[in-house]
């Protein structure tokens, strides 16, 4: 059941109820239900460059799970074992702190390109519209253009609907179970997915991830489609934030466009009072969110381009200029000049390049070894037979890199610091972490103190460069 909220409608000017509706409560209804939106297909330069950014973005998507280097996958998130492999390089929680450097170059980017460009993200690389087009790309094929899918809606059940139905929802389910198990296969190796799947020995969540997805992307995609970036997405509501005058975006130009009204293409619209605007509604047939550009700047408008297109091809059927719709600037519409460089894409600019710069070099001088000691607190100290004292550690020695290693360990902070035990290379797997147990004896006439800072560092035998050190702190006696 819808909710109504009765109302009175109020008059600005006076702050109370306007004269002619005093004490006529009127009912406004807050709950709108969703009409079906049956986009016009349009061909035109900016659906080709869609075509692809969609092409390039669903290949690398696709392919990237089933591409090895050296038999190790090229993007891998190994949760068991806490691994993440990406283009041969391997990270580990550790790195997470990477993970939120370039979350939010990738927010800072989004800003950056929004000032810039409005909502080009939206129109041309957000999932949401990629697997949407194609869903709408399948759907034309089989149901035919506008026209026949709003005949076929409307039609009784007959053979055919039912065939072409049934036809369409079968093909954008193994779309969204491609798109399912592509996407587990990232975490679960893709090969052994399908095997595990096809054999019923998968993982219980891989079933129910590869399920999760393939729904989500049936229902996203298929039919929920703007609902999700007019009802769902964050993004639409704060993207006006970013917008100045200068912002190049899809608009309307009614200066040239009003006044709007239909004419043969023989007429003359000057001669008619009339602008450039034939008012043949396509850009409203055309727009994935069923909204009317001429109306101005909207939420609801994802900066597709698809107007533009339709636009312009009306335009070159009239032999008018093309650019009716088009991307521009508010400042242009007005007649003034537009800037590019302003200091909000300056500030925005700047920080993003300082951000990819930090992690640039971090990654670039990441070195692949960690190491951390554990001291043995089940006994303080010992005595030894030369009357030295020893502590006993545990190293674990973290082989970050892809190949196996030799590490040499060092001790210092404490002069006659010497290793009873460890002194021998220790070698560890790829990707893998060592645990090493370790006796230090020291003479007590080095102590100062019951606790005194000793340092272990260890060092490949390949490259010296490759070194990690940490402190801990090495007990004895109460000195005299
Ligand atoms: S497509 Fe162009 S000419 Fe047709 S209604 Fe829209 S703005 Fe006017
Ligand atoms: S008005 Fe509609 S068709 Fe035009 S850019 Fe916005 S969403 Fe796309």
Request: proline share 6%; glycine share 6%; with cysteine.
């Amino acid at each position: 059941m819808s909710s109504q909220i009765p109302v009175r409608q109020v008059d600005p000017n006076t702050d109370g109820p306007s004269d002619n509706k005093k004490n006529k409560p009127e009912t406004v209804e807050l709950y709108a239900s969703r009409k079906k939106i049956y986009v016009r297909e349009v061909k035109g330069l900016f659906q080709r460059i869609r075509n692809v950014s969609l092409t390039a973005l669903m290949g690398m998507y696709f392919l990237f799970v089933w591409i090895t280097v050296d038999g190790d996958p090229l993007i891998h998130f190994d949760l068991p074992a806490r691994e993440f492999h990406l283009f041969t390089m391997t990270f580990f929680p550790q790195d997470f702190f990477l993970l939120a450097a370039m979350l939010i170059i990738c927010a800072f980017g989004l800003f950056f390109i929004t000032t810039l460009f409005g909502r080009v993200w939206c129109g041309y690389t957000c999932p949401q519209t990629v697997w949407t087009f194609i869903f709408m790309w399948v759907e034309e094929r089989i149901e035919g253009s506008r026209n026949k899918r709003m005949k076929l809606d409307r039609a009784p059940n007959s053979p055919e609907k039912m065939a072409r139905k049934s036809a369409k929802h079968a093909a954008w389910l193994l779309i969204a179970l491609a798109t399912g198990v592509t996407f587990v296969g990232y975490f679960y190796p893709i090969r052994d997915l399908l095997g595990d799947l096809a054999t019923l020995n998968a993982n219980g969540w891989a079933y129910f991830w590869v399920g999760f997805f393939t729904v989500a992307t049936y229902l996203n995609a298929g039919w929920m489609r703007e609902q999700v970036c007019l009802y769902m997405c964050p993004y639409a509501r704060f993207q006006s934030v970013m917008f100045d005058r200068n912002t190049r975006i899809v608009s309307y130009d009614p200066n040239r466009g009003e006044p709007r009204g239909s004419r043969k293409k023989s007429a003359d619209p000057e001669e008619l009072g009339l602008g450039d605007c034939i008012d043949c509604g396509l850009c409203v047939q055309v727009c994935p969110t069923g909204i009317d550009i001429r109306d101005g700047l909207q939420y609801e408008c994802i900066g597709c381009a698809l107007c533009i297109d339709a636009c312009d091809s009306v335009m070159d059927k009239m032999d008018y200029p093309r650019g009716l719709i088009r991307y521009t600037t508010e400042n242009e519409l007005e007649g003034r000049p537009s800037k590019l460089l302003r200091p909000r894409t300056f500030g925005y600019g700047a920080l993003l390049m300082l951000m990819i710069g930090a992690v640039v070099i971090t990654i670039a001088t990441r070195v692949p070894v960690e190491l951390d000691v554990i001291r043995d607190r089940g006994a303080l100290f010992s005595y030894n037979n030369n009357g030295w004292i020893e502590n006993t550690y545990t190293l674990k020695i973290n082989n970050m890199a892809e190949v196996p290693r030799d590490f040499r360990i060092e001790l210092g902070g404490i002069d006659s610091a010497r290793l009873l035990r460890g002194q021998e290379p220790v070698q560890v797997d790829p990707t893998a972490q060592r645990s090493v147990p370790v006796v230090v004896e020291v003479n007590p006439e080095d102590l100062s103190d019951i606790n005194t800072a000793i340092i272990f560092r260890i060092e490949a035998l390949d490259n010296a460069e490759i070194t990690d050190e940490t402190d801990s702190r090495f007990v004895g006696p109460r000195p005299r």
